[in-house]
């Protein structure tokens, strides 16, 4: 039976409609743009890695400030900001091409100005901050004078992984708010210059939360300690251990309004996991061409251990994993392009625990196959995977994203075949 026309005209448009769109090429533009990237990575950062750890021990930033000044200066510092704020205004798809390979060094985002939590504070900041607050806090942040952290888990019983146990808790006062609680583990918060604060200012279980920026340095704002971790501190990647005593905040302090906290922590975290999963597949992606150049040289019973099937595999693994990272994060990114933010929360719960697993996997494979040289410090994998392991913990752990994942696909809210 021949088609009508309007069958042909409709496989026409289908047709236009699949090569417009089904596109994983990069505008020439943002192609380029990312080379710059790759090779001020390459060049820049990658060489000065060690130099930038060492000074951190002393928390000194000499050669931290000097690349930045140099990323300033080549138009690259704060992409993802608007060009009002000294960055180029790229959208969360741009970040992703950026992003990745900014992360193939774990100093690399902090070069950029663009690591956790800043990068993620500062979008909260442009999205939900009185122009008070973005004044004082905002501009000095996206300059790289500052650093800032993000205050929600608790002790036992408080807020974790459920945030509705948040016990901290806001009271309302003439011209404004007085904060109480005790927050147990803060990225930055001994260091930080300002805290985003969650705090409880009703019961209600789905308004009973609000952010507050609050300055470091007021008073009743305690730092307990910095809590001893798996990992060495490194750059803001230091966690606080803070308690608030009576801390006063303006009316403006207030984020977005009051009884938004979660809410804006959703906004917030959606595209955090994003960014997070960017950086981590780059960094993933450089592991892997540092195995490559290993087993393609290195001898074992009497061929290179890359005509080692069991070799091969774990190579295998990993490269496909990197691959099914991307393609979820390119995705659930093109999904908050178009406005989607509530429909791309499970797909960024997807994206977030295949590449946290897929990264931990790949530096324990690449320790393995390098035996006593992966496991030793000549190489940096056991570090890395000392760093990568907080990757399963950060913005909501691996069982908590199992959960969002097969509840939206049982009430029949996710399509695996997009």
């Known amino acids: 039976m021949r088609a009508s026309t309007a069958e042909r005209a409709g496989c026409d448009e289908c047709l236009r409609y699949a090569r417009a769109v089904i596109s994983f090429e990069l505008p020439p533009p943002l192609a380029e743009l990312r080379a710059r990237v790759r090779a001020f990575v390459d060049d820049a950062v990658i060489p000065a890695e060690r130099a930038i750890l060492e000074e951190d021990r002393d928390k000194k930033r000499d050669t931290l400030n000097a690349l930045r000044a140099r990323a300033r200066a080549a138009g690259l510092f704060v992409p993802h900001l608007p060009e009002a704020h000294g960055g180029l205004g790229l959208g969360v798809m741009g970040m992703c091409a950026l992003f990745r390979e900014m992360g193939r060094s774990p100093v690399g985002a902090a070069c950029f100005n663009c690591d956790a939590p800043d990068q993620g504070n500062m979008d909260l900041l442009l999205k939900a901050a009185s122009p008070a607050v973005r004044e004082r806090w905002l501009a000095p942040l996206a300059r790289g004078e500052i650093t800032s952290g993000f205050s929600m888990t608790e002790p036992a019983p408080g807020a974790g992984a459920d945030p509705s146990n948040l016990k901290t808790r806001a009271t309302k006062v003439d011209g404004g708010w007085v904060i109480d609680g005790h927050k147990w583990y803060t990225t930055g918060g001994g260091d930080a210059a300002f805290l985003i604060v ?46 608030f005593h009576a801390v006063r905040v303006g009316a403006d302090a207030v984020l977005g309004g009051v009884g938004e906290g979660f809410q804006l922590a959703q906004a917030r975290l959606v595209p955090a996991r994003l960014t997070h999963c960017m950086r981590w597949l780059g960094w993933a992606d450089r592991a892997l061409h540092m195995c490559r150049e290993y087993v393609l040289t290195r001898e074992s019973f009497g061929k290179t251990l890359a005509h080692h099937q069991m070799i091969q595999k774990k190579i295998a693994d990993a490269v496909v994993g990197i691959h099914a990272g991307n393609l979820m994060t390119i995705h659930c990114a093109s999904m908050l392009e178009r406005g989607l933010a509530k429909e791309a929360r499970p797909y960024s719960s997807m994206a977030k625990n295949h590449v946290a697993r897929l990264l931990c996997q790949l530096l324990d494979d690449a320790i393995q196959m390098h035996g006593s040289l992966g496991y030793s410090e000549d190489l940096p994998f056991s570090l890395w995977y000392r760093f990568a392991r907080s990757a399963r913990i950060a913005d909501g752990p691996d069982e908590v994203h199992d959960v969002v994942v097969a509840r939206d696909f049982l009430r029949g809210a996710l399509t695996t075949l997009v």
């Open 198 to 243: 969650m705090a409880r200012t009703s019961d209600d279980p789905r308004t009973g939360a609000t952010m507050f920026v609050v300055d470091r340095g007021a008073e009743g704002v305690e730092h307990v300690r910095d809590v001893p971790v798996m990992s060495p501190p490194i750059l803001q990647h230091r966690e606080a251990e803070l308690r």
